[in-house]
């Protein structure tokens, strides 16, 4: 079907739609959100215009009194972690607005350090420590990163080795390289730690003499079991360090200076045997390892399993942190008039090509972000329920790919959107460089992206093999499934309709994700396997590193996209429903726009390839009037945002200003 | 010419060379560098670990220290600005790495304020000024940026008025908008300030009462010639503000906090009519304007025109922080070790296909913008010297442009490199983060990124207009006028040919990014034509800006490009030129590839393009062995470039980490 093909003179607005409409759409935690926000309306103590005037310590101070005023106020993470995780993540994203560094203190200390005594030890330990966690009253350190190891967790070199004399665990730090870094919460709160160790046992029928093994029972040869994790007390009630235990600061960071991280040495801290969180694998007195899963392998696994909702809980807090970028910029460009026709008034900024190129598709992406966390915080919060094991498997790829993609993604919209607002945009007051330099290392920790994106191909790659075994494939892959089923389909790109409904049409554009998706699957595969016979899996993998990585990116883009398209589909409000499909189709036109796959090898017509850029731009300009409706609807409360020149009471060009006239100290009438 | 394919079996390292002989040859002005790296070595007091603990007042104070240490040290910037302009980008270039904001200090006092009146004023501002500014006793600000014009500066709205009968302007804030904001050393130190104000001259002729036109004379109608620049006092010797003058701090921003930023508003403030910057425009006492320019906008030209050295200014302390940035994450990264095959040693990061796809095209871009801005100083100084016009009007193109280009790649690769070196690269030791905030901002001041690539468009658009009229074209887009002459040439890039001689072939690459350039101007010229017609000319540049920007980039590439392959050429040591080389047929094939236009209408054989793709993988590779040598050869000595993880003298992978544990206070044997 060929029709007529798409005009730029067809440009027209979108219609106009109440943003608490959609406000309410979006969102159906609301309550919690605005108890929150109403809690710290009535603190302005604790919301200061910049952080960037304060001291680490003055900072990391601000970000405890925060922490304490919540949960004076009531609210109880680690309840909300344990027993109806939508809410921690809910109140999550509020905090991330609030100061992210609050997000992650919070993080650290109930998702991290009490997620890792609820989730990976036995209900002694829950018994033991729930309720002195949830009241801050035993602050708490995860402390797995190593100096010389991050994201090669199996390879962590502190130990653990049991002390059958004693019945203990002594926990050590063999060489430097070992030293726990970026511990949060271990240079000024830390009570005990998680402590991720390689749990040995003596060997009690080896009798030969081992030279150095350690200086325990130098005769004795030491079996080792592998990472596990150990609940270590770090300092007494008065603050001061326990013996054995040496903690430095790991001083000023890039952003998030409100968390305080230390590098912490053990030397020969002694442990009860009990202090083993044993979920996945236990010690009897008599020094027996047991486990119910059968390898090591599975017991890494499964541990490192039960971390995924950290992952979860950094996607929510980026998208979070995106719509209140998304907000300031878009207000500040609306109003910020520069330059015109000659002898007529000056423009908007957001009325340049230029800035709605820049500025519209990532308020696309932004709310094909919002759905996807949703659906992510769902299938997850499902999976706690069931335990399901291909929901596992699914929460797993879409956790660890959706944080890489998201927190790639906001890194890059915080940048543009402090370029977008120019110089204004550099004060400090207007905490677009703040919330960038907070966010940053969102791309790094709870796994770097580069090696997350690489876990979501293995496990697609490993759904690809298992097809052809007659397994069931999880549900958000399935389409993969059809798709490969015997051989590639005809690519959809390739014909040569133009026409404007063909461009914008779901099936077209899922198709069209979809295809690539599977194409990049199909070639991967047959080049791994090619490579792998010369040089080896690891090497193999190396060769098709760039490609593993799109193939990620593909299949996350083909995910975010269906998730939109749901939320499309589900709006009842007619004019609501015409941005949201406007935006949708812009996303998924940058999602093939943005591919080199698509244009590289006939994968798209020339033709098509251009009219769809065109259609990009005229989207952009469709939506450039419903813009500020659009971030109106995320109903971030300006005593939250704080940012003057982002502000919801800006209703003109020259009101803009007047908080930022403010803020700098001028009188203004 | 079709030969044989090229195949990845093929890849090997490029042959080691002596950094010296590259950093020999990288750079003519190494004494001046020493000196000034040898003056800091003296002073590890103006050396801290990091300036993110300091408040603004301490890191400004920090900063003041600098730059009198300099003075004492016996360097005078503002002479080498005035007499030997090379010497003052080369000196930006040391400061850039000592800390940014003492770069943008200087230059605010050196190149803006000493520059405005050096080269705004006359002799008799030169003799009363020159010294006390170039000995700091006259600490000035450069005044033009207003609360609402930023880009716009013709619409600029402070007012300077002359009063006939005392022979003096008025200098006057007329509303709020007009506050001048972001003005650098205005917080604090500035005691005068080059002012850009619209002045403003009674016209004696009119004699019917005007209502509302000013108080100084209601009656009077005033004559508004323009934005010019006049010298305001702002604060006496005590540092005490001059009446009708008030000052507010702009507070702390996302970077350079060692700069005092401020806001100005002026009330009805006199200074003596000679105060006038009169170079390109004098007041007589009987208030007759006369200017040896002819018109308004000329001279307005003129007077920015003048401006361009802050522009280059800024390319060169860019690059030198890319160098900076690059070096850290070459080093880390080839140190770095992560996972590995099994039952082998972990392998380094950059021995990833991921990271080298990163960073070694970034190594590229590094090195071709470092010829590229040596191209740059060149071409000002030779303009400063001879006042070629053609000269002046590619200085202002290059400049514009590659200011734009340079500062918009540094910001990204800043944010690339913190990201590369994971964790530890978020320590603010590691100076990753410093760099990018306080780097942010060059893509906006000096004149925003976006508005100065449209001002290098409009000059190419103009060149192509008057060569129909056969007016001589500026050298360096001579290439246009031979590709344009007629008819646009054939497309170099469908060939089939894929033998890697012919992709690495400078002719071939060269015709390639010119024929882009040539394609996207013609394209370009033909679609405002006919928007023009409908739309009128604002709005009809405002259609295409995307393409203009386009056009800009283009242009800038295939001229980044001409430099390097230039340097390539003369580099006479055969090991350094075979790196040199691949870098920059890697850098040709970024910009080919990233490139859209060559992709969309076949203007590229899809067997080409996947060639293409292959071989810069594969020369990433052959490049990642000689990476370390590459980063040697920027010879940044470790007491400034500071940052623990990337120093020189790491030699093995245990090393890297010394420094760094001993910056977080271990003790380390």
């Known amino acids: 079907m060929t029709g007529k093909p798409y005009r730029q003179n067809s440009i027209r607005s979108l219609p106009t739609f109440d943003s608490h409409v959609l406000e309410t759409y979006l969102d159906d935690q609301r309550e919690l959100k605005n108890k929150v926000y109403s809690m710290f309306r009535g603190r302005p103590d604790l919301l200061p215009e910049t952080v960037e005037g304060l001291s680490k310590e003055e900072h990391r101070s601000l970000v405890r009194r925060q922490l304490i005023a919540l949960l004076e106020a009531g609210f109880n993470p680690l309840d909300f972690f344990s027993h109806d995780v939508r809410k921690y993540f809910y109140l999550g994203e509020c905090l991330a607005l609030v100061d992210l560094s609050l997000t992650v203190k919070s993080g650290v200390q109930y998702s991290l350090w009490g997620g890792s005594v609820v989730n990976l030890g036995t209900e002694m330990h829950r018994k033991k420590y729930f309720d002195d966690i949830a009241s801050f009253r035993l602050p708490g350190c995860f402390a797995m990163t190593e100096l010389k190891h991050g994201s090669n967790v199996a390879a962590l070199q502190t130990e653990a080795v049991l002390d059958l004399m004693t019945d203990e665990w002594v926990i050590h730090t063999p060489d430097d390289g070992a030293i726990k870094w970026w511990i949060g919460n271990a240079a000024d709160d830390g009570r005990a730690a998680s402590v991720f160790a390689r749990l040995k046992i003596p060997d009690t029928s080896s009798t030969h003499p081992v030279p150095g093994s350690g200086h325990l029972r130098p005769q004795v040869q030491l079996i080792d079991h592998g990472v596990h994790a150990f609940i270590v007390p770090l300092r007494d009630a008065s603050g001061s360090l326990l013996p054995g235990i040496e903690i430095k600061d790991c001083g000023y960071k890039v952003g998030l200076n409100g968390v305080d991280n230390g590098a912490v040495r053990f030397t020969h801290v002694r442990v009860p045997r009990t202090n083993l969180l044993d979920r996945f694998g236990t010690v009897d007195k008599g020094g027996c390892y047991s486990s119910p899963l059968t390898s090591q392998a599975r017991r890494f696994a499964a541990t490192l399993g039960e971390l995924t909702g950290g992952r979860v809980g950094l996607c929510c807090s980026s998208v979070s942190l995106l719509k209140g ?250 004019d609501c429903r015409r941005s949201l499909k406007a935006l949708s189709d812009l996303y998924a036109l940058r999602c093939i726009e943005s591919d080199m796959l698509f244009r590289n090898e006939d994968y798209i017509a020339p033709a098509k390839a251009k009219a769809m850029q065109r259609l990009m731009v005229d989207l952009c300009s469709e939506l450039r009037g419903v813009a500020p409706a659009l971030v109106d609807a995320f109903a971030i409360p300006d005593h939250i945002l704080r940012a003057p020149i982002g502000l919801s009471n800006s209703t003109g060009a020259s009101d803009v200003y007047k908080e930022y006239l403010l803020a700098a100290g001028f009188d203004v009438v």
């Not at 052809?468 to 590639?488: D, E, V």
Request: aromatic content about 10%.
């Open 325 to 574: 970028a998304m907000t300031i910029a878009i207000r500040y460009t609306s109003h910020r008039e520069q330059f015109g026709p000659p002898d007529s008034p000056e423009i908007a900024v957001l009325d340049y090509q230029s800035s709605q190129t820049k500025l519209i598709p990532m308020l696309a992406s932004c709310y094909a972000l919002h759905f996807s966390k949703n659906f992510l915080v769902k299938q997850y919060s499902e999976m706690k329920k069931t335990r399901d094991p291909h929901l596992v498997e699914e929460v797993h790829a879409l956790s660890a790919g959706l944080k890489a993609y998201v927190t790639h993604f906001t890194a890059n919209a915080l940048s543009v959107c402090r370029e977008s607002c120019g110089g204004h945009g550099y004060a400090a007051v207007n905490r677009l460089g703040m919330m960038r330099s907070d966010h940053d290392i969102f791309q790094t920790f709870e796994g770097d992206n580069t090696v997350l994106l690489q876990q979501v191909s293995a496990l697609l790659l490993k759904q690809y093999k298992s097809q052809f075994k007659g397994a069931p494939l999880t549900s958000s892959y399935r389409f993969l499934g059809q798709l490969l089923a015997s051989s590639l389909p005809s690519n959809p790109l390739v014909t040569y309709d133009t026409d404007i409904r063909h461009l914008r049409d779901p099936v077209f554009l899922t198709s069209a994700l979809e295809y690539r998706t599977a194409r990049t699957l199909f070639t991967l595969s047959l080049r791994l396997r090619k490579h792998r016979a010369k040089l080896g899996a690891f090497h193999a993998w190396n060769q098709c590193l760039n490609h593993t990585l799109n193939l990620a990116n593909a299949y996350i883009e083909s995910v975010v996209y269906k998730c939109f398209l749901k939320a499309v589909e589900e709006c009842l409000d007619p």
